[in-house]
């Protein structure tokens, strides 16, 4: 059973920036396609960005978060990262780490089959 906990949301003004993390436990973070998504309230869970196994790579992101956000994977800590740079009131929402199948793309919600209990970023104007 994978178990994700993410951490490292908070509140920041606009143009800033915060690094999420999401610590995994039970298997590797290598060994899953894992993605970030987010939930504004009254608005459906949307993907943000997904990074593919280490064997194949492919990193791939949401327009709206395209060169902002980075994604990426430390492997001996056994944690996934999202870099959230530039900041805007509208990436205000709860962020959701998640481990996966294939294909691994962001928009791809269904393959996604472990979810960790999310982390809340507010961006104020």
């Known amino acids: 059973q994978v178990h994700l906990v993410e951490s490292g949301g908070g509140s920041v003004q606009a143009g800033g920036s915060l690094r999420l993390s999401c610590a995994v436990s039970?298997?590797?973070?290598?060994?899953?396609?894992m993605g970030w998504f987010r939930q504004a309230p009254g608005k459906e869970r949307e993907g943000v960005a997904a990074i593919n196994i280490n064997s194949f790579g492919g990193i791939n992101y949401a327009e709206p978060v395209k060169d902002r956000f980075t994604i990426s994977r430390d492997n001996a800590k056994n944690t996934l990262y999202l870099q959230m740079n530039s900041l805007k009131p509208e990436d205000t929402a709860m962020y959701y780490c998640?481990?996966?199948?294939?294909?691994?793309?962001?928009?791809?919600?269904?393959?996604?089959?472990?979810w960790g209990q999310g982390t809340q970023v507010t961006v104020s104007s």
């Open positions: 039970g298997s590797r973070v290598s060994s899953y396609c």
């Open positions: 998640a481990a996966g199948g294939w294909p691994c793309y962001y928009d791809r919600r269904q393959n996604f089959g472990y």
